[in-house]
């Protein structure tokens, strides 16, 4: 069976920092290029981190770009997301992603940044 599993979500104070990460099962993420997308309350999903399948490739939009690190660990099967500098408007459900021939995605993981 095919999951994604994030953790690392929660509740922090403006200017914090958060790790979350991402589990693979049921296939190897190798081959697959692995993001990080958000979604705010009434908002559309964006896309925050994305990096290639080896690595060599990474993307951060503008909002993010500084602050976050994505990394990947293709022996362990996982995906992080390093959260710096945390902002209110960062609050969202944050969703893994993999994306090859098939994508997948996860259940996602609820961040709030609040003081």
């Known amino acids: 069976q095919v999951q994604l599993v994030e953790s690392g979500g929660g509740l922090v104070q403006p200017g914090g920092s958060l790790r979350l990460a991402c589990a693979a099962s049921g296939f190897n993420i190798s081959t ?4 990080w997308y958000r979604q705010a309350p009434g908002k559309e999903r964006l896309l925050v981190a994305q990096i290639s399948s ?9 909002s993010v770009k500084g602050r976050f690190t994505i990394s990947r660990d293709n022996d362990k099967n996982t995906v992080s997301l390093q959260m710096n ?6 609050t969202a ?13 996860g259940q996602g993981t609820q961040v709030t940044v609040s003081s």
């Open 32 to 35: 697959y290029a692995m993001r």
């Open 54 to 62: 080896g690595g060599g490739y990474i993307y951060y939009p503008d």
């Open 85 to 90: 500098g945390l902002k209110p408007e960062d």
């Open 93 to 105: 459900v944050y969703y893994c992603n993999a994306w090859f021939t098939d994508q997948y995605w």
